[in-house]
């Protein structure tokens, strides 16, 4: 499993260029704004779901946003969406509580994880989201984000997720 620092060797080997801050532990987008308000660019909230066959969606929204779950399920074919739990997080993800990233999809090798981005994020010059942890926040363009996920064999599905 990709932790922080493979994560990051990963991006420098991929030739992906990012942004370091190291800050204190955050474990919402609103403390993480407190901590950080001059980070520019798009702050993502993710949300890991899934439905009652167990299927998964990583969903990304920018962190001023607000996901309506069945709104979202009809979006993305899918019936009644919940949260997964930390346990499910971290067997699929590799992270925990508070550390989510779109970038954890590096560790789902099996390719169980949908990824759907609003597609605000993408219009931004930058995008913000943790390197694996919640003590740091790392920002790369659109481009290059796109890349990463191209490299993890994961689509990037973009979408009107707000």
């Not at 709104?71 to 509580?97: D, H, Y």
């Amino acid at each position: 499993m990709f932790d922080e620092q493979s994560l990051l060797e990963k991006l420098e080997q991929l030739c992906i260029k990012y942004d370091y801050v190291s800050h204190p532990a955050v474990f919402t987008s609103e403390q993480a704004n407190e901590v950080h308000p001059e980070l520019k660019g798009a702050h993502c909230k993710n949300l890991f779901v899934k439905d009652r066959t167990d299927k998964k969606w990583l969903l990304v929204i920018p962190d001023d946003k607000r996901a309506d779950l069945k709104s979202v399920a009809e979006k993305i074919g899918s019936a009644r969406l919940s949260f997964c739990n930390s346990e499910e997080l971290f067997k699929c993800l590799g992270v925990t509580p508070g550390s989510v990233t779109p970038l954890a999809v590096i560790n789902d090798i099996n390719n169980q994880i949908e990824l759907f981005v609003d597609k605000t994020i993408m219009n931004w010059n930058v995008i913000s989201c943790h390197p694996m942890i919640n003590t740091a926040t790392i920002s790369i363009t659109p481009t290059d984000f796109q890349k990463f996920i191209k490299y993890t064999n994961h689509d990037l599905n973009i979408i009107d997720l707000a």
